[in-house]
């Protein structure tokens, strides 16, 4: 007999995959949206005891939150010095408004509402059509020849007709929005699946049979994104199509696994590390942002103290092993902030 995931369990193997995924870089981002997507598939379960009005407004409410934590965490820390060397409130003009924190409340909230309204069934049809969709959309708008550029991309023609250039990302050496609006479609289908994902485990997460069926389609995803890849290159920048598919597969993959380890065979073993930076993902990565734009406000001779601690600590393993290092000694310090809260029982969520 086919047992069901309990709260429990979900919550276990949820923030394992949450936690797990904090470190291959290129898949944190993608993976958070898999477990948002999967978190929705329990809470629907709590919605169908709420009165309409109560449910779409916590929806609203906290799509709302979370953008604007993530718009207040770009324009942090609120001042910079004018040309007398008086401080001043640094202004929206050049503060940017997409972001991380903006595409996972765009993507939660508007996933909320199609599985709310349309049920799973016409949601997972949307979720797949939005892939196709945005591929014609960056075909058609996009420059001729160079439609997956950095230059000639219909994403970058939109936020910069939406905001101005003020208003994009800056850290690729010219303004863009690896977060843009358009890059927001196809990144609903992670959430989606994620969101499939989950009310399948929840009727299957015990049954080997159920779990090779979700290795099966994500082996599938994974084929299929690695064919389209000849059409729509692979890239995370733009949230290509193709990425999508390949993310998804390979989440689908890890969840699987994770939940025949931690639920059907028990073993947990080693799980705790991960465990922490699964329960408070949104302020473990809050502090990681945070974190780092105050280091830099810390000057230490004729240089932030972020540059610092590198210049003179970590560069003595090497270039390219001292700024692994590096990275690792902040990811542990973000880490052990959250060992912290989890030790007191703290778990901020929105």
Known sequence: MTKSLTEQQRFLALDIFRGLTVTPTDLVFPSFLFAVGNALSFAMKRWDTMPQREVILKIFKRTLLIFVIG???YWFPFFRLDAQG?????PFSDT?????LQRIALCYGISALLVYYLGTRRTLWIGALTLPLYWLLMVVFGTPGAEFSKTGNAVLSLDTWLFGINHLYRGEGFPFDPEGVLSTIPALFNVIAGYAAGVFLQKNGQNTKGLLKVVAVGAGFVL??????EAMPINKKLWTSSFALLTVGLDLALIALIVFVADVLRFTKGSGFFL??????LFIYLL?????IILYMIPVGNEPLFRWLYTHI???AGDYFGAFLFALWWMLTCWLAGYVLDKKKIYIRL
Not at 86 to 90: D, E, P, Q
Not at 96 to 100: C, D, E
Not at 224 to 229: D, F, T
């Open 288 to 292: 990681s942002e945070l974190g780092v």
């Open 96 to 100: 940017r408004i997409m972001g991380v």
């Open 276 to 281: 922490v930076a699964g329960k408070n993902p």
């Open 314 to 316: 970590f560069v003595y």
């Open 86 to 90: 008086h401080f001043a409130l640094s």
């Open 71 to 73: 718009f207040l965490m």
């Open 224 to 229: 299929l994104a690695v064919l389209w890849n």
